[in-house]
């Protein structure tokens, strides 16, 4: 169960409550005549806190008409957006809701109140006929053409588009303003983000609540498109809609945002620089891209021999791959000192970013700390990663005193490395781990593991995660973390009853490898 969901469910007998009162005023006609002035009260009690608090600012509200239908069109980047857009001009904006607010106890209240339209997602004409007879009716109408708040759902924030820093917005702002003849007012907001991040709420993994900080709410010139509905192509509605968004990004302060961004945004589309290779092959074709290829790797203290059985399978397919060695790994544990989990994922993109060179799609194969670099990958290049498979993900970890490395690393640099085979016989024979690790680098690998579990729901590619049920080092509760939170709609959950950690080398090894190919082979195609 999401956060927001336990807070749901704690505040519903409250909103019983409220919609016993609610329902009595409505039976005895005391409701409706009541529900504009709470409105206006409650805007007027909004505006007076949101001064004090993030001391408002409002720019261009002389550019909203005073009577007739328009659409106010607004970049999304909190759930205070409404609530702030609501308070700021003298005029009263309604806005469109999604559908499933309707089962939010409290929130579905204020949304009432406020005579907000509720729209279905995917609803498509439907909806839109219905914002276009509100507009028409004369009301002033707040759609956000993002769609949604960026890093709230399964929506990254790094999906926003160069030149705007926004998401790709939806074209049925336009489709309403064409068809009632309204204008478009665009409005951009600043701060509210920083204010409060879809990582306060509804994410709430960020606690306490960032301290308050000023906003800005800019409306600029309204925009007409004088133009009929059925003379419009697909392009042009692409055209307008990209008109529109470049407004609202213009009367935006993109510094003030959350994650603070200068435009045009700056994409990594090569690699600054190559790890080292301990194996490397490249498509046997010389003309055009090859079709997939596999990235590979290793875990936290490893060697890539803990790795390397995927080489022959992966030849034997006629795969081109990378196996690269992340920094401070492959040499002597004391090389490990000053490495970061910003390291490994550095090197390991470059490694992507010099694969995709050669393939049109990536398969990122990562065991223990590769795992959660291949998550990471996955979520962030989603264009160019066609399938995760993860061998023991290092998200949670078996030690339930792993959390105080962190303190532990500031009187102690090295740590004896746990246990990571089941069979004595063959950690003797195929260990080549580190004996130590630098606790500084494992602090940075522990804080990695607690961060990436906010990045999982933006992992969509196909996935497959193996877990043993007898993992020393990660707790086995990881893969089931894993399998829940990613968005992935082709996603396999596979348990190994004995292996320890190091599951493509202890006794499970044949099957472990067999299954990481197999799933390699259902995406490519290959046999």
Known sequence: MERYELLNKVLMPVDKVVGTGVDLLDRHGLYEPMKEKLAQGMKAA??????????????????????????????????????ILGTCTKRRLY????????????LRRLIDLTDSIYVSRGGG??????????VANGKAVVIFPEGTIPGEEDIPRWDAEDDTGLLRGHSGVVRVALATGAPIIPVGLSGTGKAFPPEAYPRMEQLPLPKPTPITVNFGKPITFNKSMKDITREDLAKMTKEVMVAISGLMDHSREYVPVTLPLERKTEPS???????????????????????????????????DSLVKPLDAAKLPYRFPILRGHGTKYQDMEGTTAADWYEDAENALLDLYQEVENVIVVGLSMGGLVSLELAARHRDKVAG???????????????FMTPMLAKVVRYWPSPKAYNDETLAAKENRNYPKFATSAFASLYDYSQSMTNMLSFVKAPIVILQSKKDQVVNPQSANIIYKKVSSKDKQLVWFEKSGHEMLLDLEAEAATNTVMDFINKITGGK
């Open 46 to 83: 909004l505006r007076l806190q949101f001064d004090a608090q993030y001391d408002l600012e409002v720019l261009g509200e002389e550019n909203i008409p005073t009577t007739g239908g328009c659409l106010i069109a607004s970049n999304h980047r909190s759930w205070l957006d409404a609530q």
């Open 95 to 106: 806005f469109v809701a999604k559908a499933e607010f309707q089962e939010w106890p409290m």
């Open 125 to 134: 004409g439907r909806g839109l006929d219905e914002i276009s007879q509100a």
């Open 273 to 307: 620089f190559l790890p080292p290779y301990a194996y490397s092959k490249s498509p046997t074709k010389k003309t055009g891209k090859a079709k997939y290829g596999v990235l590979v790797l290793h875990g936290f203290t490893s060697d890539v021999h803990c790795v």
């Open 388 to 402: 995760v498979a993860l061998v023991a993900a290092a998200l949670r970890f078996a030690d339930p005193m792993a």
